[in-house]
């Protein structure tokens, strides 16, 4: 259990670290270039959906923000069962980084909207404002910053409707925290035989 506790901690401070300091020093849209032209920072937000898509407003919004809170007490739940069963450590660590992923953005919807003042093409948002922040509980926005272009060209002129025009890969911005669910979720789907050969020998 403490290895479980020890990755969940690592993952949520570095993402909390990240997405505070993107958050107050970044303006909505801003670009710095950190490694040449193929891993970029790029501040923006979504309301927690893939690909920043939205669910019927705020309604929506919170009920994401709830059924992902439910996820995390269901994947907590599994996470005590496997490390009490003497699980593989393989499946303990995959859990754990989905679990910490996971947590990492509901703390993003459950708080940013009480703590930070509203991001903008012309402000830089403010930790704790005067007025109070841009949302109420389980209604903010997910900070998103990672961006890799790591391939940009053009789309053939014979494809019909596109030809010509700019194609990215990859396009998506995302966060630590997404970063960690896709690779706990990778690493399952990978060495699943291994992991579950362990737990039928057990």
Not at 2 to 12: G, T
Not at 62 to 70: E, G, K, N
Not at 177 to 184: E, H, K, N, V
């Amino acid at each position: 259990m403490k290895k479980a506790v020890f990755i969940i901690l690592l993952i949520l401070i570095l993402d909390q670290i990240l997405k505070f300091w993107i958050k107050t020093t970044f303006l909505m849209g801003e670009n710095r270039a950190i490694l040449g032209q193929w891993f970029f920072l790029h501040f923006t937000e979504n309301e927690g959906m893939a690909f920043g898509m939205k669910l019927g407003g705020n309604y929506g919004k919170l009920l994401l923000s709830l059924f992902r809170i439910f996820a995390v007490i269901v994947i907590g739940w599994w996470l005590y069962r496997e490390t009490r069963k003497g699980a593989s450590n393989l499946l303990i660590i995959c859990i754990s980084l989905i679990l910490a992923g996971a947590l990492g953005n509901i703390i993003d919807s459950a708080f940013y909207g009480l703590i930070f003042s509203e991001s903008s093409y012309m402000q830089v948002a403010t930790l704790f404002p005067k007025g109070g922040g841009y949302g109420t509980f389980l209604h903010g926005k997910v900070v998103d910053m990672l961006y890799f272009p790591i391939i940009e060209t053009h789309y053939p002129a014979w494809i019909p409707m596109v030809g010509g025009e700019e194609f990215t890969f990859f396009r998506p911005v995302f966060n630590i925290a997404d970063s960690s669910i896709t690779t706990g979720v990778t690493m399952l789907i990978v060495f699943q035989k291994k992991i579950f050969s362990h737990s039928r020998n057990k």
